[in-house]
């Protein structure tokens, strides 16, 4: 077998190669967008890569499709900056906001009113913004008189009081509130009253790639040619590793050749206080059940090109992680798109994504039925290509230019000339106009 080689991109690889044999779909396309879009400039708000998170690869990856499909409409990008971080943002980001600083805020606000925005499009998670549940926000949404739209990528059924508190308040200040799952629109409803009409489901976006057999590009990789088994992202625990490294023995059983690939750096915040403590836990696991031979890691960030090139080469996706209420996975809604056989536990985008026989849902912490449900895709080729087949073309509406051209419709219906407003402000707000210089 041939030993793992540094690995290009698909992109540059795939130029050089002929496979017209093991390419079974091409790329889905792009929605085009009403021309030219009503939209001339965007305040879009959250994290930004570098900064390794899920939020921050989800807001840079909005701020690309935008500018791709509505080329005409100026996004300003403000990115988060968390207590201690030290980011070399790209000259896309306009400007940086404080996490725990309140001045921040004010300042961006001010920054947004003198820009000529006519909407702030706030990507929302808690543990982002400072102040108690990220309260702290308000300094700035409070201080701009404009339309304000909101993505949520945590609706809480059972949020603590300040959760709820600012939930209440942002759902009552937004004129949009955006989630990817139809359970946290009924959760904005029963929970925090919003009203139906206010509330847009609109799925995770992700790349749009052609679908290549995972052997030819594990040939192209240079990686080992044998059945691979993947999950990747940020390292953590609730991520459910250990369930599938428990489930190993079970798999090589049925399919001796198996590999399981485990993708991604160790999240920062656990490093800072527990250091490599959880991953070195997760070795001695499979060291202890005999399968550390039949496991690959690679603990680092990837760019988004050599990511997808990782999950193309997998012939199977697994996702087991542990919280029920989980409403979004970009790691889950990436591995759809390139039409990968996904295992998952049915947290809730699981659950709604699959649940309607695209995918395979057990129960959560169950080895069991992880090893059934691996075994058995990994032991059948024929059933595992066609599934892999009819994924990937289920997929196509979730692709980066098509959540854009829907999120970009919902936008400019919150322009003034149209029938929806934002809702009237509540005593106290103010509007800043002195200027406050933005934290470096």
Same mark, same amino acid.
């Given at each position: 077998?041939?030993k793992?080689?540094?690995?290009?991109s698909?992109?540059?690889?795939i130029?050089?190669?002929?496979?017209?044999?093991v390419?079974?779909g091409?790329g889905g396309?792009?929605?085009?967008?009403?021309s030219?879009?009503?939209?001339?400039?965007i305040a879009?708000?959250g994290?930004a890569?570098p900064?390794?998170c899920?939020?921050?690869?989800?807001?840079s990856?909005?701020?690309?499709a935008?500018?791709?499909a509505?080329?005409e409409?100026a996004?300003?990008?403000?990115?988060m900056?968390?207590p201690?971080?030290?980011?070399?943002f790209?000259p896309?980001?306009c400007?940086?906001i404080?996490?725990?600083?309140?001045?921040?805020? $004010?300042?961006?606000?001010a920054r947004i009113?003198?820009?000529?925005a006519?909407i702030i499009?706030?990507q929302?998670?808690f543990?982002?913004y400072?102040?108690?549940?990220g309260?702290?926000l308000?300094d700035?949404?409070?201080?701009?008189?404009?339309?304000v739209?909101v993505t949520?990528?945590?609706?809480l059924?059972?949020?603590?009081e300040?959760?709820?508190r600012?939930?209440? $308040?942002?759902s009552?200040?937004?004129?949009?509130?955006i989630?990817?799952?139809?359970r946290?629109?009924?959760?904005l409803?029963?929970t925090?009253?919003?009203?139906?009409?206010?509330?847009?489901?609109?799925p995770h976006?992700?790349?749009?790639?052609p679908?290549?057999?995972p052997?030819a590009?594990?040939?192209l990789?240079?990686?080992?040619?044998r059945?691979t088994?993947l999950t990747?992202?940020?390292?953590?625990?609730?991520k459910?590793l250990?369930?599938?490294i428990?489930?190993?023995?079970?798999i090589l059983?049925?399919?001796?050749?198996?590999l399981?690939?485990i993708?991604?750096?160790?999240?920062?915040?656990l490093v800072a206080?527990?250091?490599e403590?959880?991953?070195?836990?997760?070795?001695a696991?499979?060291?202890r059940?005999?399968?550390?031979?039949?496991l690959?890691?690679e603990?680092r960030?990837?760019?988004e090109?050599a990511?997808?090139?990782?999950i193309?080469?997998?012939?199977?996706y697994?996702t087991p992680y542990g919280n029920?209420?989980?409403?979004?996975?970009?790691?889950?809604?990436?591995?759809?798109?390139l039409?990968?056989?996904i295992v998952?536990?049915?947290?809730v985008h699981?659950a709604?994504?699959?649940g309607?026989g695209?995918?395979?849902?057990?129960?959560?912490g169950?080895?069991?039925a992880?090893a059934?449900?691996?075994?058995?895709?990994?032991?059948?080729?024929g059933e595992?290509e066609?599934?892999?087949?009819?994924a990937?073309?289920a997929a196509?509406?979730?692709?980066w230019?098509r959540?854009?051209?829907r999120?970009v419709a919902?936008?400019?219906?919150l322009?003034?000339?149209?029938a929806?407003r934002?809702?009237?402000?509540?005593?106290?707000s103010?509007?800043v106009?002195?200027r406050?210089?933005?934290?470096?």
């Amino acid at each position: 077998m041939r030993k793992d080689r540094p690995m290009e991109s698909m992109q540059t690889l795939i130029s050089s190669a002929m496979l017209p044999p093991v390419l079974f779909g091409i790329g889905g396309g792009a929605t085009p967008l009403r021309s030219p879009s009503r939209l001339r400039r965007i305040a879009l708000i959250g994290n930004a890569l570098p900064r390794l998170c899920g939020l921050a690869t989800y807001t840079s990856h909005v701020f690309d499709a935008l500018r791709k499909a509505v080329p005409e409409i100026a996004i300003d990008h403000y990115a988060m900056i968390d207590p201690g971080g030290r980011y070399a943002f790209p000259p896309s980001v306009c400007a940086t906001i404080a996490q725990e600083e309140p001045a921040a805020y $004010r300042a961006a606000a001010a920054r947004i009113a003198r820009s000529g925005a006519e909407i702030i499009w706030v990507q929302h998670e808690f543990g982002i913004y400072g102040g108690a549940a990220g309260e702290y926000l308000f300094d700035l949404i409070d201080a701009v008189d404009l339309p304000v739209a909101v993505t949520l990528h945590t609706v809480l059924d059972r949020p603590n009081e300040d959760q709820r508190r600012v939930m209440k $308040r942002l759902s009552d200040c937004a004129s949009l509130l955006i989630v990817m799952a139809e359970r946290a629109r009924d959760i904005l409803i029963d929970t925090y009253g919003v009203q139906a009409r206010r509330i847009a489901v609109i799925p995770h976006g992700a790349p749009d790639r052609p679908q290549i057999a995972p052997a030819a590009m594990r040939h192209l990789l240079g990686q080992e040619d044998r059945k691979t088994i993947l999950t990747f992202g940020l390292l953590s625990p609730g991520k459910g590793l250990e369930t599938m490294i428990e489930a190993m023995p079970a798999i090589l059983e049925r399919c001796p050749e198996a590999l399981y690939r485990i993708v991604g750096a160790t999240h920062p915040h656990l490093v800072a206080h527990q250091g490599e403590a959880y991953r070195e836990s997760l070795l001695a696991l499979a060291e202890r059940l005999g399968v550390a031979p039949h496991l690959r890691w690679e603990p680092r960030f990837l760019e988004e090109d050599a990511l997808l090139d990782r999950i193309a080469a997998a012939d199977v996706y697994v996702t087991p992680y542990g919280n029920p209420a989980q409403i979004t996975s970009g790691t889950l809604a990436y591995a759809f798109a390139l039409g990968k056989p996904i295992v998952s536990t049915p947290y809730v985008h699981a659950a709604e994504l699959l649940g309607s026989g695209l995918g395979r849902l057990v129960d959560f912490g169950n080895i069991e039925a992880t090893a059934e449900a691996v075994g058995s895709w990994l032991a059948d080729d024929g059933e595992r290509e066609a599934f892999a087949a009819r994924a990937w073309h289920a997929a196509r509406p979730t692709i980066w230019p098509r959540m854009s051209a829907r999120s970009v419709a919902r936008l400019e219906d919150l322009l003034p000339s149209s029938a929806m407003r934002r809702p009237e402000r509540r005593a106290g707000s103010y509007i800043v106009h002195e200027r406050i210089a933005l934290h470096p």
